[in-house]
């Protein structure tokens, strides 16, 4: 079946610019899971949902970060006011479990690459 | 704050040789996981451990767990060129309100050599 789809592949932006980027989970899948990954490092946590709501947001660095799945599927990361230091590969992962009580294997999407200028 | 820290952050193998690659975690976990990268692509999810003394293998790799010492291992049978990737773990914190997010290391960039 499909896997997690991300859009656009990439993005180049300005300083100051609004973008939105949007991960498509897989079909069933209610977790959702949104990364950042720099070069050379690690991907590092933002945001988690379960089902419409955000169950985990302790990732997000600013209030310049915001991210919505208003029906439980696809999700859109918008960041406000783009910074230099936001330019990084965005990675959305989902899993079909999610929560306290078992594991949540995450299958991660090609990412979307932000160059801000 | 949980930290995760893989060592060597950098490999060079020979083809046919044998390696390890640790994973160290700081606090109490049993959810690890491991996950291979190729340049410019994103992550394939190799294995997921559940438990103290889980070992999963597939072809050439092998993962371990050990809760108690908050270690993980990756281990490298016989390499071949086509494990020449970078490898993470993740651990995924199991209570309180973190479920779900996983912590990474700064990944073990694997070369395998003729």
């Known amino acids: 079946g499909a896997g997690v789809s991300q859009t656009p592949s990439n993005k180049v932006t300005e300083k100051g610019k609004y973008v939105e980027l949007r991960c498509d989970p897989i079909?069933?899948?209610?977790?959702l899971y949104w990364y950042r990954q720099s070069l050379g490092q690690g991907p590092e946590f933002l945001i988690y949902?379960?089902?419409?709501?955000?169950?985990?947001d302790s990732g997000l660095p600013n209030d310049r970060f915001f991210a919505v799945r208003p029906e439980g599927s696809v999700s859109t990361l918008k960041i406000q006011r783009t910074e230099r230091g936001d330019s990084a590969v965005y990675l959305c992962?989902?899993?079909?479990?999610?929560?306290?009580?078992?594991?949540?294997?995450?299958?991660f999407g090609p990412g979307t690459r932000l160059t801000v200028l | 704050e949980l930290k995760v820290e893989q060592n060597p952050l950098f490999l060079s193998m020979q083809e046919g040789k044998n390696y390890t690659i640790y994973c160290n975690y700081s606090?109490?976990?049993?959810?690890l996981y491991w996950y291979r990268q190729d340049p410019g692509k994103s992550l394939e999810s190799l294995f997921v451990?559940?438990?103290?003394?889980a070992v999963k293998q597939e072809g050439r790799l092998m993962a371990s767990l050990d809760t108690k010492a908050r270690l993980s291992t990756l281990h490298i049978t016989a390499a071949v060129h086509d494990l020449s990737a970078t490898y993470f773990c993740?651990?995924?914190?199991?209570?309180?309100?973190?479920?779900?997010?996983?912590?990474f290391g700064q990944g073990t960039i694997l070369t395998v050599h003729p």
């Open positions: 949902f379960q089902g419409t709501g955000a169950a985990d």
């Open positions: 606090t109490t976990s049993d959810r």
């Open positions: 993740a651990v995924e914190e199991a209570g309180g309100t973190s479920y779900g997010k996983l912590t």
């Open positions: 992962a989902s899993s079909s479990t999610g929560g306290r009580l078992t594991y949540n294997e995450q299958f």
């Open positions: 451990l559940l438990s103290n003394g």
């Open positions: 079909s069933g899948h209610t977790a």
